[in-house]
């Protein structure tokens, strides 16, 4: 009875050694009441299905979500009409307010995120404020030629900017998931622009240079294939 009895303690005790061992995600938002009435976060997949991953009730501008996590994977976290992306990972996740933007920081992967959206969107607000540079500057009576020598030259620099940090950013995430994430959204940005799937120059070089395993990747083999397939339809 008793080597049973010390049978069924190891056998509890290496259930919870494995419990313990599991990788887990935590989640908490704050401060978000001051600008979204959403009642629930959710977490979706960015896949076509759109599956939800987890949600949660927001109280008080207040949420918490967690769990076991089977795999490191971007998903999008939705409030309301704002959609942001979180990489779910083992840790501490934050999601706060940052200037009138949503702030996700605490763990490797969200960190670097934030850091590249946050100059992305600088650059993009530059390139926003172009057509109200055009309109100062002809009330200020610049001729036309002067208009599209200056902004166009500083379009071209800030869409090579852009490009430049997209492409480093892929390049320096292609051993995780975010150089994934990200080279597939600009391949679907791609696809938008021109109505079906296709790629780009900067798409087939980011393609060329990666490593195997991230050719082989499901989604990205997924998208490829249907590249081809558009282009053997022509």
Same mark, same amino acid.
Request: glycine letters at 4%; hydrophobic letters at 40%; one cysteine or more.
């Given at each position: 009875m008793k080597r049973i009895t010390n049978i069924c !303690?190891? #056998? /509890?005790l290496f259930l919870l050694t494995i /419990?313990? #061992?599991t990788d887990k995600y935590s989640i908490s938002g704050s401060a978000l009441q001051t600008l979204y009435s959403a009642k629930v976060a959710y977490l979706r997949s960015p896949d076509g299905d759109k599956a939800t991953v987890d949600s949660c009730e927001i109280v008080h501008g207040n949420f918490k979500m967690n769990g076991p996590l089977d795999s490191v994977q971007c998903v999008n976290l939705i409030l309301g009409d704002v959609i942001t992306p979180v990489v779910l990972e083992q840790g501490n996740i934050k999601v706060s307010m940052a200037n009138a933007m949503i702030k996700v920081e605490g763990t490797p992967l969200n960190d670097r995120l934030f850091s590249f959206l946050v100059s992305r969107d600088s650059l993009t607000m530059m390139l926003m404020e172009i057509p109200n540079k055009d309109a100062h500057m002809r009330l200020e009576g610049y001729s036309e030629y002067d208009i599209?020598?200056?902004l166009g030259d500083e379009e071209a620099s800030l869409r090579s900017q852009m490009e430049n940090l997209e492409t480093a950013f892929v390049v320096d995430n292609f051993d995780n998931?975010?150089? !994934?994430?990200?080279?597939?959204?600009?391949?679907y940005e791609e696809s938008n622009r021109y109505g079906y799937p296709t790629?780009?120059?900067? !798409?087939?070089e980011l393609y060329s240079r990666a490593p195997e395993d991230f050719r082989n990747n499901p989604k990205v083999v997924e998208f490829m294939n249907m590249v081809n397939g558009q282009g053997e339809e022509k």
């Open positions: !303690i190891l #056998c /509890t /419990t313990s #061992c599209a020598t200056q998931v975010l150089g !994934i994430t990200w080279f597939l959204n600009m391949c790629t780009s120059p900067k !798409i087939e």
